[in-house]
């Protein structure tokens, strides 16, 4: 009788069990190992992405951030221009508020004296008639034999360097001092001598004669060093056929020290046809003329500019129905 095997401890069973599952661990193992990757990997790519979009994004606002502070800045800059000139225009009108309420006092109580005045003056006006005959009124318009009876007046001022280094006080002084000989006119106008006009402003047209803007006139003067060619030719030109009116009363002024000029009897013939006489043998208008002796400090061979100034003014004044006053110096 053959002996029966001993049971094995292990069985066919058991070993597929085994094996399966050693199967299913290591199929497991390769599904995590495959997927794994490729989910981080496109993790870190869609933050890459969105790191550099928030990077750009960034340097976009404060590329914007750097322009907004200085157009800001800017501004405020701006701002604080305005406000101080702000505060200069009030303090500029509170000064003029005030004079003008102490002109308006004082006009209030002169206003007796005034009336007094004119009729002072029209008795006076009356007996001077009355005693002079017709020619009373033609000796009034006389001022240290230059004819005032002008309803506008034009200044025609050498601006050469000359004038403006040695002769510029005096010639100030001079002309407040025309200014003044007139007490009012209907207009004032200023030019160079090249006919270079001292506002540009008011090129071509009258400026209004007011106390007020008498003073501009001279502060602006005080600085007017403009290029001049040291002949008053341009300038009387430029002032007669801009402003000849038949209906008015012109006054020319010429201040000047020197002429540079190729010919004074052409400067006087083409004078003669622009400033034409009307049918009475009167002119359109009338040419005065100052003359500053900077020119006299030269050297005797190195003065005739000035002298030549001197003959062009006085035949011109002549022919012009004006007059001519050399100064015996030019300082102040």
Not at 278 to 292: K, M, S
Request: hydrophobic share 40%; proline share 3%.
């Amino acid at each position: 009788m053959r002996k029966r095997r001993g049971t094995a401890e292990f069985s066919l069973s058991f070993l597929d069990v085994i094996c399966c599952g050693f199967g299913a661990v290591i199929l497991l193992l390769m599904i995590t190992k495959t997927v794994q990757p490729q989910i981080l990997e496109r993790s870190s790519i869609e933050a890459e992405g969105s790191v550099a979009d928030l990077t750009t994004q960034l340097f976009a606002i404060r590329g914007e951030t750097t322009v907004l502070n200085r157009e800001l800045a800017a501004k405020q800059e701006q701002l604080s221009q305005y406000q101080t000139r702000i505060a200069i225009l009030q303090g500029a009108l509170a000064k003029t508020e005030s004079r003008y309420d102490s002109l308006q006092v004082t006009r209030n109580s002169n206003s007796i004296i005034e009336q007094q005045l004119a009729i002072a003056r029209q008795s006076l006006s009356d007996e001077e008639k009355r005693l002079l005959g017709d020619n009373a009124e033609k000796k009034n318009q006389l001022i240290g034999g230059i004819p005032v009876d002008s309803e506008y007046i034009i200044f025609i001022i050498d601006t050469s360097g000359s004038m403006f280094s040695y002769a510029w006080e005096r010639m100030l002084i001079e002309m407040e001092a025309t200014l003044n000989i007139y007490p009012e006119v209907k207009g004032i106008q200023v030019l160079n001598d090249m006919g270079n006009y001292l506002f540009s402003r008011y090129r071509g047209q009258w400026i209004p004669d007011t106390p007020a803007r008498r003073d501009l006139i001279l502060r602006n003067l005080a600085n007017w060093n403009v290029f001049s060619n040291s002949s008053p030719v341009e300038g009387i030109t430029a002032a007669v056929r801009t402003f000849y009116d038949p209906g008015k009363k012109i006054s020319i002024y010429v201040f000047g020290d020197e002429f540079t000029g190729q010919s004074i009897a052409e400067v006087v013939r083409t004078v003669d046809q622009l400033n034409a006489q009307n049918f009475a043998g009167e002119r359109r208008v009338r040419i005065h003329g100052v003359g500053f002796p900077v020119q006299f400090i030269r050297p005797p061979q190195l003065q005739t500019t000035g002298i030549r100034f001197a003959t062009l003014m006085r035949e011109l004044t002549y022919r012009n129905g004006g007059t001519f006053v050399g100064l015996n110096d030019f300082r102040r």
